[in-house]
């Protein structure tokens, strides 16, 4: 890859991948070996949410599963190999109304790209709780699929009203022995079927309104685990804790899509829309591609198939624009 004098990367680029990732690293390491030499622009959390995650046992490939960081540095590195290069700073704005793009990062560089991915991810919300941040990843997790199978036979708990919270507390009664829905309300915000649904699962145990105060856990031997969370009742006051092994936020994900607003096309809750089958946004040379645009499954392997996906219909564009300038 051409640099500037002063070592980074030079200005224009074929491709250029906002947010890393399994979304963000597979499209880089697709567009790498197509020659492409793509530029990723990783943010302040290299890597992505996995970044966060400790043991993962279900990407292919790992009989005995990786750590997240691990997994991470692994696609970076592989994706490094075919000449992709990684900024750590962030996008903070973007022009999609000239050609090529026009990028600006946070210490007010400037880019031009022919095409763009766009691989920024979503973000759990979380409660704000310190303790929430200190098991993050040792008990405290916003993803059922992703952790249910570590707590098989434990009791867990899950926060939240919504049909996030109804599908999160239903899959742990698949490896948990009891499941705990605490709300902040009596009233849910879920579709009658998923709340019925939940309702008559025998493993789900509604406390409601209340609310957690306090994750509880321990820490021996550098290792940290939850033992139980101390929480409020709303209508009494009253402060009691409840043991339990694992703890689920379940108040919904926010796409990290801000500065596309008023550029690419979102549904209501901010999620990129693409074109079905494909990674294409509204705007011809501009795709999508991870949890940015996909609220429903939210894997790591699922985000990399939309990677590759994203990588590759990049690289077709490129292709026929390149034909019609020549013919």
């Not at 916003?142 to 707590?151: E, L, P, Q, R, Y």
């Not at 926010?254 to 096309?265: A, C, H, R, T, V």
Request: some cysteine; aromatic content about 8%.
């Amino acid at each position: 890859m051409e640099l500037s004098k002063n070592g980074s990367p030079s200005n224009h680029h074929k491709v250029i991948i906002i947010g890393s990732g399994p979304a963000g690293l597979t499209a880089a390491l697709y567009s790498g070996r197509a020659a492409l030499n793509p530029l990723i622009f990783e943010g302040h959390q290299p890597g992505g949410q996995l970044t966060i995650t400790t043991e993962v046992e279900n990407y292919p490939g790992f009989e005995h599963g990786i750590q997240g960081p691990e997994l991470m540095d692994v696609m970076r590195k592989q994706a490094h190999r075919f000449g992709a290069v990684s900024i750590y700073r962030n996008i903070t704005k973007v022009n999609f109304e000239v050609r090529p793009f026009e990028l600006t990062d946070e210490e007010d560089n400037n880019y031009t790209a022919d095409t763009v991915i766009v691989s920024t991810g979503a973000s759990a919300k979380w409660l704000g709780l310190d303790s929430e941040k200190h098991f993050m990843g040792y008990g405290v997790s916003s993803c059922a699929t992703c952790d249910g199978f570590f707590f098989r036979g434990m009791k867990v708990v899950v926060v939240g009203g919504g049909d996030t919270a109804m599908e999160e507390a239903n899959y742990l009664t698949r490896h948990a022995s009891e499941v705990i829905l605490i709300h902040r309300r009596e009233e849910f915000r879920a579709s009658k079927i998923m709340l019925d649904r939940a309702k008559a699962n025998p493993k789900i145990r509604f406390v409601l309104n209340t609310v957690v105060e306090e994750i509880l856990g321990k820490t021996e031997e550098n290792k940290k685990s939850v033992v139980g969370v101390r929480v409020k009742d709303l209508k009494t006051g009253e402060v009691s804790e409840i043991e339990c092994s694992g703890f689920f936020t379940a108040i919904g994900h926010e796409p990290n899509s801000g500065i596309f607003k008023g550029k690419l096309d979102m549904d209501e809750n901010g999620y990129l829309v693409t074109k079905k089958s494909t990674s294409e946004t509204n705007i011809e040379g501009v795709f999508a591609c991870g949890d940015v645009q996909d609220n429903y499954y939210r894997q790591a392997v699922t985000a990399a198939g939309t990677g590759c996906m994203a990588a590759i219909d990049a690289e077709r564009y490129l292709e026929k624009i390149e034909f019609e300038m020549h013919s």
